[in-house]
């Protein structure tokens, strides 16, 4: 069965440094998502992303974050200058037809530690 | 913004009990998704809910869209170990096609032999 996949599954990095998270989406979806889980919490919403723009973005998603589609598969979410409250599980979403485009389908994550 | 409560915040059963949890939200909502989440790992779909009064099930699990629009409720019959987990309730934004999703505060269950 098709499914979304992210790398790495767990970043380690010092506070200032830029990380990019990547994310294999599923092959026919178009439209693509990032959200954030800090440890303990619910999932938040940062950003989505159809016909390579940003079609809607949280509060949560400032100047440091950006996103960009390279080619035909991946899909990045890039932390400029990494803050320790940017430590957190990532994941990224994808969706298709099924259910109109409302039923996302979820990666397993990528844990980023910033120290 | 949406928001959503989850009740009850977390749940010990023994195997074999059904459970019930709910979901509120303050505004309307046109579809409703539950998610299982297992430590470590991503979300994953469970059932989803098209229509107010719709009552949906997936193997064990069975949920309603309540006919207000602002409540759900997911059931889990006979519940085994491989249960255990944070169940999270979702719903996309009325903003358009394949809108954010705004999830539930979850509930957790633990399954005890």
């Known amino acids: 069965e098709p499914e979304v996949t992210q790398t790495p599954s767990h970043q380690v990095t010092q506070m200032g440094q830029e990380v990019i998270l990547h994310c294999v989406p599923i092959?026919?979806?178009?439209?693509f998502y990032w959200y954030r889980q800090i440890l303990g919490q619910k999932v938040e919403f940062l950003v989505s992303f159809y016909n390579n723009e940003i079609s809607e973005k949280s509060e949560i998603f400032d100047d440091q974050f950006s996103v960009e589609r390279p080619d035909g598969s991946n899909f990045t979410l890039k932390i400029r200058s990494t803050k320790l409250e940017d430590s957190a599980m990532y994941f990224c979403a994808s969706t298709g037809l099924a259910g109109s485009y409302n039923e996302q389908f979820f990666g397993p994550g990528t844990r980023l530690t910033v120290l | 913004g949406q928001q959503l409560n989850q009740s009850p915040q977390s749940m010990f059963i023994q195997e074999g009990e059904d459970v019930s949890m709910n979901c509120t939200s303050s505004s309307i909502f046109n579809t409703w998704l539950w998610y299982k989440q297992e430590p470590g790992e991503g979300p994953v779909l469970l059932i989803a809910?098209?229509?107010?009064?719709e009552l949906t099930s997936n193997g064990r699990l069975t949920a309603q869209f309540g006919i207000t629009r602002k409540d759900s409720f997911l059931n889990i019959s006979a519940s085994i170990p491989s249960d255990v987990g944070i169940y999270f309730c979702a719903g996309p934004g009325l903003s358009g096609t394949a809108s954010k999703l705004t999830f539930g505060t979850g509930t957790r269950l633990q399954v005890t032999l």
């Open positions: 809910l098209y229509k107010a009064g």
């Open positions: 092959s026919n979806h178009l439209y």
